[in-house]
Structures are given as structure tokens and as C-alpha cells.
């Protein structure tokens, strides 16, 4: 089970989210989707859940573990839970709070996350790790 204790980056990460902004917003120097890393070296990005998923794509590297941190801030029961393609994972997304998801994506392409009905939806773009 992936911690949910949210480190440092995350928070900041969370707060960013919170304050608005879209996909073009940058953060703390990067454009959203593009995942920043903490300390031990994680690939970690911030989605705003709301009406969506904001970023609704989002790159990262093969073979390095990742940290999605899902920030709902409205009730739509279909933003209830995400469900990712690859890895194939589920997890509950409380209203008004951050779930952090942790993996490593092995499979490089674009792999679909959807809401609980599929209404929204977006892309975990996974490169090779030698691609940047």
C-alpha cells in the first residue's frame, strides 16, 4: 500500500494544484505534467480533480518510480475513485483531500486513467528511460 504521508514536494505540489492553473501553468519552474523528484529520486506530479483530471497528460520515465498526487476538490461521485490502464490499479479518491498513487511504470507508451464512469479521462505518457 503506497504511503500517504505526502513528503515536502508534494505539499508544495498540492498547494500549486490548489491555487489554480492549467495545463501550460508552471510550477515551482517546470510546466505542469512534467513530474519534478524528490530526495529519493521519485518522479512526482501534482493532478488537480476537478470537473477532470488537471494535468489530463502527464510524462514520465521507465523504470523510475512515480508519486501521482491526486487532489479532488469537488464531490462529483464520478471522480471517486481513478482507475489506471498501466499499471492496472484502482484507487479511492476522497473529496476535498490529496491521495498519493506511487508505481513504477515499466510499459513504455500511453497508457489511459479514467474517472469511475470513464466521463474523464487522461494519459500517463510512460518514455524510455533514455528518451531526455
Known amino acids: ?12 505540489a498540492i ?6 492553473g492549467n495545463g501550460q501553468r508552471r510550477f515551482l519552474g517546470r510546466r505542469a505534467g512534467s513530474p519534478g523528484q ?10 488537480r480533480v476537478q470537473a477532470g483530471f488537471h494535468p489530463s497528460t502527464i510524462r514520465v520515465r521507465a523504470g523510475r518510480p512515480v508519486r501521482l498526487v491526486f487532489v479532488r476538490v ?3 461521485p464520478c471522480l471517486a475513485r481513478v482507475f489506471l490502464s498501466e499499471p492496472p490499479l484502482t484507487r ?20 489511459l486513467f479514467t474517472c ?17
Not at 15 to 20: D, E, F, H, P, S
Request: hydrophobic fraction near 45%; aromatic fraction near 6%.
Open 92 to 111: 479511492r479518491l476522497a473529496p476535498f483531500a490529496a491521495t498519493a498513487v506511487t508505481f513504477t511504470p515499466h510499459r513504455v507508451g500511453d497508457h
Open 15 to 20: 498547494v500549486g494544484t490548489l491555487l489554480g
Open 74 to 76: 469537488d464531490d462529483d
Open 116 to 132: 469511475e464512469e470513464g466521463r474523464f479521462r487522461g494519459y500517463l505518457i510512460v518514455e524510455p528511460e533514455s528518451s531526455r
Open 1 to 12: 500500500m503506497a504511503s500517504l504521508v505526502p513528503t515536502i514536494a508534494a505539499l508544495r
Open 38 to 47: 524528490d530526495a529519493d529520486g521519485v518522479q512526482e506530479v501534482a493532478v
